[in-house]
């Protein structure tokens, strides 16, 4: 029995002391790891912030709405007679005027019964004047019962059938006289003319739909646009200081202005289909800026806010308060400093672009001092960075890695 048991005995020894040394070396790693001074926490993300200087002037309150341009008058200008074109006098897009020469028609056929219905008329005053003699010489017979009563009221009856014959000639004649006239076709507005329908030589006609070309009047010109009826109340209370409101017209992106004008009506009814009302705006347009159907944005002066403070730049949030582009007399601020000023406004960047152009000089200075970081603090770098991706926050992930850079 002895002996078996000290066979067991030196078996089952190397196996203790080999649990015994694997419990020693685990105990030292976790001593050992206790022992290593735990790295700092990181920092808080800071939040950007930007500053702008501010100042003090008049800010305009303005409505905007979506519009178009609408010429005051249009014309298509038609043939009055049917007749070969013989010429067009004018240019595809000239402006023309108020009764300039655009086309003639050939007159030949209308000379020709100029000539007759003139010759007509001379044969009928001839009768006429012969009818008036014999109606003399009757009535001097009559007196002395030379002849009967009917032939004298005969000659009276033939003289009234000339003195018509007379009337239709000269109405004839100046009938072909307007035919004539129309041969020669004017402008009946000023404007500016557009593509040319039809080309010299062919046979045109009064009936004729498309017409010879089409005048459209481009000064002045007017604007119809559309704004809410919940802002009905602030229009009419402006129109009715009996003062004219002004109205700018800006391009899709309301970057460029492209003209300034006055509001002419609104109109008496809402579409109820969509909640807004129309109201017209003329404008002078003498640099013809402005052409029929063109899409603008209308911007209605409704107040001007005194001594109002702004800051030095261009917000984009801030659409409803802008500055306003009228010389005020108690700043003695000249109108072309308060134009230079707004266009200075217009072309100043953004914050938010400002600030993605700082965040990406940070980056670039910090990502150098990130690329000589080793160890764990490089590790806990690339995790901040992709959790700072998920949030979407560039600007602190950017700060904060400037921070540790410099550190």
């Known amino acids: 029995m002895s002996s078996t048991r000290t066979k067991w005995a030196w078996r089952i020894a190397p196996l203790a002391l080999a649990l015994l040394a694997i419990g020693g070396y685990g105990l030292f790693a976790r001593a050992g790891g206790a022992a290593r001074p735990a790295s700092p926490a990181a920092p808080p993300r800071p939040t950007p912030v930007v500053l702008a200087p501010v100042r003090t002037r008049d800010v305009g309150v303005y409505i905007t709405g979506l519009g178009a341009v609408t010429p005051l ?3 298509t200008v038609h ?9 067009v006098k004018f240019r595809e897009g000239q402006l023309v005027g108020e009764g300039d020469l655009l086309a003639e028609i050939d007159s030949k056929p209308f000379e020709a019964q100029l000539t007759q219905y003139q010759g007509q008329l001379t044969r009928d005053q001839a009768l006429l004047e012969n009818a008036r003699l014999d109606l003399t010489r009757y009535e001097t017979l009559a007196k002395t019962d030379a002849i009967p009563e009917q032939q004298l009221d005969t000659q ?22 307007v035919q004539l006239a129309y041969c020669r076709i004017t402008s009946p507005i000023t404007g500016r003319v557009g593509l040319r329908q039809v080309d ?16 459209t009047q481009l000064q002045p010109i007017a604007v119809v646009f559309t704004i809410p009826e919940d802002s009905i109340p602030v229009v009419v209370d402006r129109i009715a ?14 970057r460029r202005k492209l003209a300034s004008g006055t509001l002419l009506t609104i109109d008496n009814q809402v579409d109820p289909s ?22 603008v944005n209308a911007r209605l002066l409704l107040d001007v806010k005194r001594h109002a403070i702004e800051p030095r730049g261009h917000l984009r949030d801030q659409s409803v308060a802008r500055p306003c582009s009228h010389k005020q007399p108690d700043h ?6 308060e134009e230079a000023l707004n266009e200075q406004l217009l072309n100043q960047p953004s914050p938010r672009s400002t600030q993605r152009q700082t965040q990406a000089q940070l980056t670039t200075s910090g990502g150098t001092a990130r690329d000589h970081e080793a160890g764990d603090v490089g590790a806990r770098d690339q995790q901040d960075e992709r959790g700072d991706d998920e949030d979407g926050d560039n600007g602190s992930r950017v700060l904060t890695a400037q921070v540790r850079g410099s550190g």
């Open 73 to 75: 008058n249009t014309v």
């Open 200 to 215: 010299p030589g062919n046979i045109v006609h009064a009936a004729d739909a498309g017409g010879l070309v089409v005048i």
């Open 332 to 337: 003695g601020t000249h109108r072309g400093e």
């Open 79 to 87: 043939t009055r007679v049917d007749g070969q074109l013989l010429s």
């Open 274 to 295: 969509t909640g807004t009302v129309k109201l017209k705006a003329t404008f002078p347009n003498t640099d013809g800026r402005l052409f029929s159907s063109q899409f």
């Open 156 to 177: 009276r009856s033939l003289v009234r059938q000339d003195e018509g014959a007379v009337e239709n000639d000269r109405g004839l004649l100046e009938s072909i006289q």
């Open 241 to 254: 200081r009996g003062t004219a409101v002004p109205v700018d017209a800006y391009d899709r992106e309301q």
